[in-house]
Each structure stands twice: as C-alpha cells, then as structure tokens.
C-alpha cells in the first residue's frame, strides 16, 4: 500500500499527452483550413473532381486537368503533375477499399496492365512529355473524355436493350496490353488515362460488368499515378512548393468529397448521371474546340 502511495499518479501524464494531442490536432485542423482558403479555387475544383470519381469510372484528375488548364489557365504540365499527384492518394484509398471489401474486379486483366501502363507513364514522363505543345495535350484529353462519353452511351443503349454483361472476360492480350501501355501514355501527358482507356475497352470491346470494369480501372489508375509521381518527384523534381501548396489545400477535400459522391451517386437515376457527365465532357470538348479555332485564325 505504502509503494502504491510512492508511486506518482498516472492521470497528469496521460492528461497531459491529451491535451498535447489536442494541439498538435487543432494545429493541424487550423493549418489545413488555412491552406483551402488561400487555394479555394483548386479546392473547390477537387470538390467536384472527387465527387465525380467517388461514383464514376473517371479519376479525380478527369476534372482538374480541364478546370485548372482552361478556367484557372494554370500551365498543363502543372495541372498534370497535381493530377497524378492527388490520384495517388484518392485512387489508393480507393483501391484498398476495393480489396479490402473484396469487391470483384478482372484480375488476370490487372495482372496484364499494371507493367504495360506503368512504362508508359514512366516512357511518357520522361521522354514524349517535355516534347508535347500544349495545345496537342488539351486535345488529347478531350479525346479520352469522348472516349468515355461514347462508353457510357453504348453501355446505357445495351442496358435499354436488355444486353446482359459477361462477368468473365478473357481477351487478346496483345490488344489489351496495348491499350494499357497507351492509357499509360496519356497519363503521363495530362494526369489520367489509364483508367479511361482500359474501361472503354472493357465495356465496348467485351461488354464488361460496369461495377467489375469501375473496380479494375480504379486499381490499374492506383498504380498508375503512385508509379507517375513517383517518377514526378524523385526524378524529375517536379513537385513544386507551388503543387505542395496545391495538395494540402486538397488532400482533406478528396477525403470527404469522394465517399460523397459515391453515396449520393448510388441514390439518383442512371440517367441523371449520366446527363451530368456528358454536360462537362461537352463544356470541356467546346472549349478545347474554340482554343483550336482561335489558334487556326491567328496562324
């Protein structure tokens, strides 16, 4: 009892490390509150851009390329290292959620994309990139951006025809390598791609299940991005202090924007969203179209 009596008491010191732990929380919460008022605009950018990937196939970065490119006119190199960058949080949450939830996905095609689209992100970022106009990397997302809205009219005609979807897929692998490596590609021009790419295939080519062909591309985009910025900010430097900045403003946006939009996505029609993405692929394909215009009369 008398030792008991001896030893001091626990209670200060546990106080104390809380009331720590509050501060550095507080701290913490303050800073990041500071950084999205000072960046807003990329903040509320990733507001709608983790909305639309937490319930569609298209990433994060399918919206902040052509917000911060054509509305905030900030550099597309720039647009598209952030857009790798912040995929490579988003898009591995989302993975882990994926397996960890165990939800089916194509995994011998995985298998077979993984190595194809991580060379031609790292390919592209090295070498096609820093040769590319800047106006040939608008147009090519425009493109994958059409490449999608073609897939989610084909998928919605086939589902008002009652087509079943094959739940088992078994490719040419030379093909689907192929498409892989070009989705790489274009991601390591403009910060997404790959995920486009290969769901595009899966559901036009082979009529793909559209939840098992959202699952896959997630996980090949995942990989894509960490292996892109990877390369982005130990070989390159690329990451600025002003992309830092860019990526604390919405790193804690992302967090919430995304589980969002897959909750509110799962309760409307198929029909209303559907609608909403072909209105911001049509607004992002008119404007890269006028800025081809405008260039063609000043030449």
């Known amino acids: 009892m008398i030792d008991k009596l001896r030893q001091p008491a626990t209670w200060p010191f546990y106080f104390t490390l809380f009331i720590y732990a509050a501060l550095i ?48 006119h900030i550099d597309p190199s720039t647009a598209k290292v952030f857009s790798l960058a912040i995929q490579s949080f988003g898009m591995t949450a989302a993975t882990i959620t994926i397996l960890c939830r165990r939800i089916p996905i194509y995994t011998n095609l995985v ?17 096609i990139a820093p040769l590319s106009p800047r106006l040939l990397v608008k147009s090519i997302f425009s493109f994958l951006l059409l490449c999608f809205a073609v897939t989610m009219l084909l998928r919605w005609w086939r589902k008002a025809h009652h087509q079943e979807s094959a739940q088992h897929i078994n490719p040419s692998k030379i093909r689907f390598m192929l498409v892989a490596f070009v989705g790489g590609v274009a991601s390591g021009l403009v910060g997404s791609g790959s995920d486009i790419a290969l ?18 591309s997630v996980v090949v985009m995942a990989f894509t991005s960490l292996v892109g910025s990877a390369v982005n900010a130990w070989h390159l430097q690329a990451i600025t202090p002003q992309i830092e900045s860019y990526l604390l403003a919405a790193i804690p ?28 692929i049509v607004l992002e394909v008119s404007f890269t179209s006028y800025e081809l215009w405008h260039q063609n009369l000043n030449v």
Do not use: R
């Not at 851009?49 to 569609?56: K, N, Q």
């Not at 769901?199 to 080519?205: E, N, R, T």
């Open 111 to 127: 298998i077979l994309a993984l190595p194809m689209s991580a060379l031609g992100v790292v390919l592209s970022l090295l070498y």
């Open 199 to 216: 769901f595009a295939l899966l559901v036009i080519a082979y009529n793909a299940d559209i939840k098992k062909a959202t699952a896959t």
């Open 25 to 72: 929380w507080i701290q913490g919460f303050s800073s990041a509150l500071l950084q999205i008022l000072q960046e807003v605009e990329v903040a509320a950018t990733m507001a709608l851009g983790s909305f639309v990937a937490g319930g569609t196939a298209l990433g994060g970065g399918a919206v902040a390329f052509p917000v911060m490119t054509k509305v905030l």
């Open 253 to 280: 946006i992302v967090v919430v924007g995304a589980p969002l939009g897959a909750y509110v996505c799962s309760k409307v029609k198929v029909g209303q969203l559907v609608s909403f993405l072909l209105l911001l």
